[in-house]
T-cell receptor, first 114, second 111 residues
Framework: DAGITQSPRYKITETGRQVTLMCHQT?????MFWYRQDLGHGLRLIYY???????DKGEVSDGYVVSRSKTENFPLTLESATRSQTSVYFC?????????????FGPGTRLTVL | GENVEQHPSTLSVQEGDSAVIKCTYS??????FPWYKQELGKRPQLIID?????GEKKDQRIAVTLNKTAKHFSLHITETQPEDSAVYFC??????????FGAGTRLTVKP
């Protein structure tokens, strides 16, 4: 589990500000994912990346931007934060070519948008 | 896309009893079904998974069954212990990197 980390762990920001959440993994996993977790909704996929410079939208991508210039990093940016983006954000990674392989989750970032 | 429904949303059992959590999915192409356990304030962690070419899988006190025809799968925990108390999530996916999760079941094991 220590192989995937997220920062910051807690963040409070204001509506309209840009916020970037960081995710770093040391396993050289090819696949990385961003989820948000809200009460009653379980985990919902925001974006995923199959490799460096390859990203694709998930179920709830509006208002979010990602990049993946290096295999080990997968930052998630909220370009103009809204209150509805208050959530717990989890990054995950997996080793193989498709998602039918174990996804390992980071410790999460609790984001509050005031 | 895939839609996963999970029941019950809360489950309370006495220590030593069994617990069963059920999930249904909509996409017949889904072929991988993991179960995650999430303790309060912690990250989700995989506890068991099953692929569509298998009907049942067991790991000590935990088992998962899959019925592809009915499109449902279940998590069975036997001889429950207080440390099994957590939120459990099922998920389903086909080969498109779009894993869909159920809404979760909060399991409480009373000592």
């Amino acid at each position: 589990d220590a192989g995937i980390t997220q920062s910051p762990r807690y963040k409070i920001t204001e509506t309209g500000r840009q916020v970037t959440l960081m995710c770093h993994q040391t396993w050289s996993h090819s696949y990385m994912f961003w989820y948000r977790q809200d009460l009653g909704h379980g985990l919902r996929l925001i974006y995923y990346s199959a490799a460096a410079d390859i990203t694709d939208k998930g179920e709830v991508s509006d208002g979010y931007v990602v990049s993946r210039s290096k295999t080990e990093n997968f930052p998630l940016t909220l370009e103009s934060a809204t209150r509805s983006q208050t959530s717990v954000y989890f990054c995950a990674s997996s080793a193989y070519r498709d998602s039918t392989d174990t996804q390992y989750f980071g410790p999460g970032t609790r984001l509050t948008v005031l | 896309g895939e839609n996963v429904e999970q029941h019950p949303s809360t489950l309370s059992v006495q220590e030593g009893d069994s617990a069963v959590i059920k999930c249904t999915y909509s996409d017949s192409a889904s072929n991988y079904f993991p179960w995650y356990k999430q303790e309060l304030g912690k990250r989700p962690q995989l506890i068991i998974d099953i692929r569509s070419n298998v009907g049942e899988k067991k790991d000590q006190r935990i088992a998962v069954t899959l019925n592809k025809t009915a499109k449902h799968f279940s998590l069975h925990i036997t001889e429950t212990q207080p440390e099994d108390s957590a939120v459990y999530f099922c998920a389903a996916t086909s080969n498109n990197n779009d894993m869909r999760f159920g809404a979760g079941t909060r399991l409480t094991v009373k000592p």
